[in-house]
């Protein structure tokens, strides 16, 4: 296969398990970008039928179906907080998602779909210092990250990966960057000091998830990205592992 040039349109992909996960690790990030002319999609991997209370008796699939609704409503209004435009839900079983090959090629056919060029996504890896924080450890985050960098490369950019793609007329896309966040390390920052409002008030359309804690959890966000910002000379900041694709 000849080299391919990245193609450096402005359009970014979020790629995350759950609704929230993106609003938690990026929304100041997203909200910069769409305000910088950037078009950027979400793609929620789950169906996010498992975000009631852990403690909850009614765990049926009609309750499921219920919070699914509630969750996905609820991503919409952060979307629309954010300025972000579509919303893919790929609809796989919450709690179990899996880096599968179904998976990858979801993620591939939404790639070659968007042509993005670039990628926020879940750190693959576990990061033992910050996961308590942001989620780390959960198994669906996990696995959102490694379908994801699978789908990346080299199967989105290498039509010889899942051939029947080709015959929906999608061709072979190469992305020029991917931005992992709660990644053990990171090596680049996002100055959110102008979009920390809506960082919060994305997360407060969460309200099925969030609302009983929510000035707790307004709380540690600005502690969080004040933190993240003073490393980098910011007022606040979200910060990533960045690659590019080479
Ligand atoms: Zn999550």
Redesign the pocket.
Known sequence: MTQQEPELRKVALVV??????AE?MAAGTVATWAADGWDVHYVIC?DASG?GPDHAEDVSPEARKVISNIRKREQRAACDVLGAKDIVFLDYPDGLLEPSMALRRDLVRVFRQYRPSRVIC?SPDRNWERGYAI?GY?P??LA?GTATISAFYPASQNGWDFPELLQEDLKPHKIHEIYFAGAPTANFAVDISATIDKKIESLRAHASQLADEFDEIEGWIKKWTVEIGKKHGMEYAEEFHRAENR
């Open positions: 995350v398990a759950h609704p929230d996960d938690f789950t975000g879940q989620g959960h669906d985050h959102a």
